[in-house]
């Protein structure tokens, strides 16, 4: 495979090429057999970050990061033990290697314990570089300053309501890594996300409100212009002036795309195995069980070209696959690694690490459909606090948005408080919106509950 033009960026940007991490991840896994270990995993990876704020067209901060690490799981058995620096040379590797061994020798052996089984990994076959996940950001530090100002002068040109800036930042964030274990797995690749934020205050003295908005992709091309970033933000800051509290009632709850995706990290959570076979989750044996309303289609895409949360391979180097999470409200899968699957006595679903490209398919229309299909209600757009008992599905957090009124918005809300149980939540969810954000791994619309507590006045 001839190297792409962004490979050949990557090796300019790095301070060293990708081909130098695979050195370093086959010396230490000969290094670790060659010191007794039985098995050994290697994690090798690089990365570096510019950061440059303004605050009211100000420079506030001009940040860089560059950092390193070599992370060395090994196994005596099924005694385990990890160790990592950020030493490359060889004495540093040589004295990881063995720290993880002494940690191994004082560890109490686990019968799950060790790597995936060798048929499950993944191969170069697959084509570990072909899913588009590196676009470098060639941007100085002066175009940056230039973008984030653009971004807040557009901001406050909306209304001189908007009276302050909590700042605007554009921000670079590139790495590239190779995993490889004993058993013959080994991949890597460089990737990139940025980013451009902005954050608002409205109003002034005691009826001010603030609210914010960003863009993030892993193709700068993809971000929103820095200019209509900022006028959304302010537009959403102007929004939530004359906020008021409402009485204590049960209504239906939207909960704008953001923040549903935040419901269904709550699924996820659940349906981990750390959580499942702790029996610290309300969802303990829900496989083939209705959770979701009918209307709840749950997709997991690894796969998907140039998105957030693509990959090949887990964290244990298990190959990823297309499948069905939920369908028709049903669970048909959890998220388990290779070591949470053994607790469980089942095999591993490639999420060592975490879940990939969730899509959660519409049931409904657009954010305007949504409001009239809830009619009346709270439409929620801020979410405070961190009320989830995931032990028996109680939900309680802080929360600010706006009332609903015949299918229209009639005023924002603030300092209430919305409480269910995720159960019901799951079970009661009336439409999902077609007005999809890909800010990360679940790519959902808005999500309506039925019915929910609103603790308000």
């Given at each position: 495979m001839s190297p792409s033009p962004s490979s050949a960026v990557a090796e300019s940007r790095f301070s060293q090429p990708l081909a130098s991490l695979w050195d370093f991840a086959q010396r230490v896994l000969a290094l670790a057999k060659e010191s007794g270990a039985s098995d050994c995993e290697v994690d090798v990876s690089e990365g570096f970050g510019q950061s440059v704020s303004v605050r009211c067209g100000a420079v506030e901060t001009i940040e860089y990061n560059r950092d390193k690490g070599i992370g060395v799981t090994v196994y005596l058995g099924q005694h385990k033990g990890h160790a990592s620096t950020s030493d490359f040379s060889a004495a540093a590797v040589?004295?990881?290697?063995?720290?993880?061994?002494?940690?191994?020798?004082?560890?109490?052996?686990?019968?799950?314990?060790?790597?995936?089984?060798?048929?499950?990994?993944?191969?170069?076959?697959?084509?570990?570089?072909?899913?588009?996940?590196?676009?470098?950001?060639?941007?100085?530090?002066?175009?940056?300053i230039d973008a984030a100002q653009r971004c807040e002068q557009a901001a406050f040109a909306v209304s001189p309501q908007v009276t302050n800036s909590e700042g605007a930042t554009v921000s670079i964030q590139e790495g590239q890594f190779v995993s490889a274990n004993s058993a013959g797995f080994m991949g890597g690749y460089p990737t990139s996300r940025h980013y451009i934020s902005c954050s608002l205050i409205a109003g002034k003295d005691e009826a001010m409100q603030r609210d914010d908005w960003y863009s993030t992709a892993r193709d700068a091309q993809q971000i929103a212009a820095p200019e209509a970033i900022g006028d959304y933000a302010a537009r959403r800051a102007l929004a939530r002036l004359g906020a008021r509290k409402i009485k204590t009632c049960k209504v239906p709850v939207l909960f704008e795309a953001p923040l549903a995706a935040s419901l269904i990290g709550n699924f996820v959570h659940a349906a981990s195995g750390g959580s499942l076979y702790r029996k610290t989750s309300f969802l303990v044996d829900s496989l083939g069980q209705q959770i979701f309303s009918k209307r709840v289609r749950i997709s997991e895409r690894p796969h998907l070209r140039g998105a957030l949360a693509?990959?090949?391979?887990?964290?244990?180097?298990?190959?990823?696959?297309?499948?069905?999470?939920?369908?028709?409200?049903?669970?048909?899968?959890?998220?388990?690694?290779?070591?949470?699957?053994?607790?469980?006595?089942?095999?591993t679903t490639g999420n060592g690490g975490g879940s990939h490209n969730l899509i959660v398919h519409p049931s409904h229309g657009d954010f305007c459909a949504m409001l009239?299909?809830?009619?009346?209600?709270?439409?929620?757009?801020?979410?405070?606090?961190?009320?989830?008992?995931?032990v028996n599905g109680d939900y309680s957090r802080g929360a600010a948005g706006y009332w609903v009124e015949g299918g229209k918005i009639v005023h924002p809300v603030e300092e209430v408080t919305i409480a269910g149980n995720l159960r019901d939540m799951f079970a009661h969810v009336a439409a999902v919106g077609s007005d999809v954000l890909m800010r990360g791994s679940k790519q959902v619309g808005s999500i309506l509950v039925e019915q929910m507590k609103v603790a308000g006045s």
């Open positions: 040589r004295d990881t290697v063995e720290a993880a061994l002494n940690i191994a020798r004082f560890t109490a052996a686990d019968p799950c314990a060790g790597l995936a089984d060798a048929n499950l990994l993944a191969t170069p076959a697959q084509g570990f570089a072909e899913l588009d996940l590196y676009h470098p950001w060639l941007i100085s530090v002066d175009a940056a693509s990959s090949f391979f887990d964290s244990d180097g298990v190959a990823t696959r297309d499948r069905e999470v939920v369908v028709d409200g049903v669970v048909q899968g959890y998220f388990l690694s290779a070591y949470t699957a053994r607790k469980l006595g089942m095999q009239e299909e809830m009619g009346r209600g709270l439409l929620v757009t801020e979410l405070l606090g961190q009320g989830v008992n995931y």
